[in-house]
């Protein structure tokens, strides 16, 4: 079974900074492709940023040069560094797990950014 838990949400002002991190167990997120996704009220979900197995990375245009996504094999985590956040950030913020032939999230965290 697989599980993926949020953590790291919060509420920040703007230009401040926030670290999320995805705790997975039931895969090895060493050899899945882990992603990030945010959803903000109206809006549709969509990716912020994704690391393959192999450590290749991709950010939304929105985010490139203030967020890094990580993984961290031995602890079997993503993270991802939010630096200089702006309000527009603000969302629930979804970890991913996309093996193929399976895609699983986890459940969320809610980042608010104040202006």
């Known amino acids: 079974q697989v599980q993926l838990v949020e953590s790291g949400g919060g509420l920040v002002q703007a230009g401040g900074s926030l670290r999320l991190s995805c705790a997975a167990s039931?895969?090895?997120?060493?050899?899945?492709?882990m992603g990030w996704y945010r959803q903000a009220p109206g809006k549709q979900r969509e990716l912020v940023a994704a690391?393959?197995?192999?450590?290749?990375?991709n950010y939304a245009d929105s985010v490139k040069g203030r967020f890094t996504i990580s993984r961290d094999n031995a602890k079997n985590t993503v993270d991802l560094q939010m630096i200089s956040l702006k309000p527009e950030d603000t969302a629930v913020y979804y970890c991913?797990?996309?093996?193929?032939?399976?895609?699983?999230w986890g459940q969320g965290t809610q980042v608010t950014v104040s202006s």
């Open positions: 991913r797990a996309d093996r193929g032939w399976r895609v699983d």
């Open positions: 039931g895969i090895i997120v060493g050899a899945t492709t």
């Open positions: 690391i393959t197995s192999g450590g290749s990375t």
